[in-house]
T-cell receptor, first 117, second 115 residues
């Protein structure tokens, strides 16, 4: 079965620091990759997605992620965080080529990020 | 509508009672998903509807859980004889077939507490 791992459960950093959140997945075939964010009291929102093409993907709010196929990774980065980036971040994968899997998303365990002002 | 809506936003029920959770997807979206978000288990897939195809029920944790989607739109997730371990936030998401597989829009969730 597909699995997704997020290495850090909690990250605390100061404003203007750089952020990198790790994500690894297990499936060796074609994948679609996503990062979702959940701000306090709000619902899940899509930050960015990768389907194909340029492995460096830019999303909203200055976030970007890099797909490295050889490492089965899709790490999220932001060069300079703000207090408003405090949220929980989820990496997710689906495997569109697998009929049995359909389009359902498999999520990592999430990383809670706290940005101190 | 503007987004995925879910009701109720909060539900407290006694162990052993049945509950129904409702999801209203984005108009025109053909795919609808239910997920569960709980402490210690993270976000888990429950069930997936795509158009008129048979639903993918592979994520339902037990036969106490069922879901239906009427008229290709609104969906209801039913949990019978609720147990304390059913306490979680139940999330609904929808997507459009032509939108790039898997780009799902999530609702605000229903927080279920079983006492």
């Amino acid at each position: 079965a597909q699995s997704v791992s997020q290495h850090n459960h909690h990250v605390i950093l100061s404003e203007a620091a750089s952020l990198e959140l790790g994500c690894n997945y297990s499936y060796g075939g074609t994948v679609n990759l996503f990062w979702y964010v959940q701000y306090p009291g709000q619902h899940l929102q899509l930050l960015l997605k990768y389907f194909s093409g340029d492995p460096l993907v830019k999303g909203i709010k200055g976030f970007e992620a890099e797909f490295i196929k050889s490492k089965f990774s899709f790490n999220l980065r932001k060069p300079s965080v703000q207090w408003s980036d405090t949220a929980e971040y989820f990496c997710a994968v689906n495997t569109p080529a697998l009929k049995a899997a359909g389009n359902k998303l498999t999520f990592g365990g999430g990383t809670r990020v706290l940005v101190k002002p | 509508g503007a987004g995925v809506s879910q009701s109720p936003s909060n539900k407290v029920t006694e162990k052993g009672k049945d509950v129904e959770l409702r999801c209203d997807p984005i108009s025109g979206h053909t795919a609808l998903y239910w997920y569960r978000q709980s402490l210690g288990q993270g976000l888990e897939f429950l069930i997936y509807f795509q158009g008129n195809s048979a639903p993918d029920k592979s994520g339902l944790p037990s036969d106490r859980f069922s879901a239906e989607r009427t008229g290709g739109s609104v969906s209801t997730l039913t949990i019978q004889r609720t147990q304390q371990e059913d306490s979680a936030v139940y999330l609904c998401a929808s997507s459009s077939r032509g939108q790039g597989a898997g780009e799902q829009y999530f609702g605000p969730g229903t927080r279920l507490t079983v006492t």
